[in-house]
């Protein structure tokens, strides 16, 4: 950590909220450093601050960037009421505190990037700059041309919502067509809402990517660190 640090990035560091959503705490009184209120985020600290937010305080964090390949079965959350099994029941104690940048439903697989930094998950999944996600999605029966331009023109899953793919067809045996697709929105269970209006119900579906992210030859359940010119090759990619 440099010696000194914008209040708003040393928020962002720690894990609590985005930059963005970390003025917003500043902003609102909900800050303190050294026992005062701090309402500018770009007041300098330094390690030796004692930084509270909503009156517990906080610490500038290593950061960890971490790809995993969700199996089917799990939730997306680090707990359920209901007592389902969650990503964070396969995954080890020193990643338990990381956030997923996406989530997955219960019954879909593949990738998901799991951070600490609140800005690389604001910068992935805020809805006016989406990164792309790649999804293999298998379904029951035969897309035709008139389906694929459905999912591309835009479909209404809810009263209001409209979501968008983009969709090629891979292959098509035994009456199950495999699909390529493409989201730049992020709505709850997208891709079976839009291939249920079409009458053709996902059987499987896998996230092969996120953003310049892929899944490559990484195991179900299986997770990996980043490299640090992954990391970099991320963030250069979001600027773009």
Do not use: C, W
Request: net charge positive; glycine share 6%.
């Amino acid at each position: 950590m440099p010696q000194t640090i914008r209040l708003n990035k040393y928020i962002a560091d720690a894990g609590i909220a985005s930059r963005r959503a970390s003025d917003e705490l500043i902003k609102s009184g909900k800050v303190r450093v050294n026992g005062s209120m701090v309402e500018l985020p770009g007041t300098m600290v330094s390690a030796k601050d004692r930084v509270e937010v909503n009156g517990k305080i906080i610490s500038s964090q290593e950061k960890k960037y971490v790809i995993f390949n969700k199996p089917p079965g799990y939730l997306t959350t680090r707990s359920d009421p209901e007592g389902r099994k969650t990503i964070y029941d396969i995954l080890p104690e020193e990643l338990r505190k990381l956030k997923p940048a996406g989530r997955l439903d219960k019954d879909s697989s593949g990738l998901i990037i799991l951070t600490n930094d609140g800005e690389l998950i604001q910068k992935l999944t805020h809805p006016k700059h989406p990164a792309p996600k790649v999804y293999m999605v298998r379904v029951e029966g035969k897309i035709n041309s008139n389906d694929i331009a459905a999912l591309e023109k835009g479909i209404e899953i809810e009263k209001g919502k409209t979501a968008y793919a983009e969709a090629a067809v891979i292959d098509y045996k035994d009456s199950v067509t495999t699909l390529e697709v493409v989201l730049y929105q992020g709505y709850n269970r997208q891709i079976r809402k839009m291939t249920d209006k079409i009458n053709h119900p996902v059987i499987s579906l896998k996230r092969i990517s996120h953003a310049n992210i892929n899944i490559s030859a990484l195991e179900k359940g299986k997770y990996r660190y980043l490299s640090k010119k992954e990391v970099r090759d991320l963030f250069n990619y979001l600027k773009k």
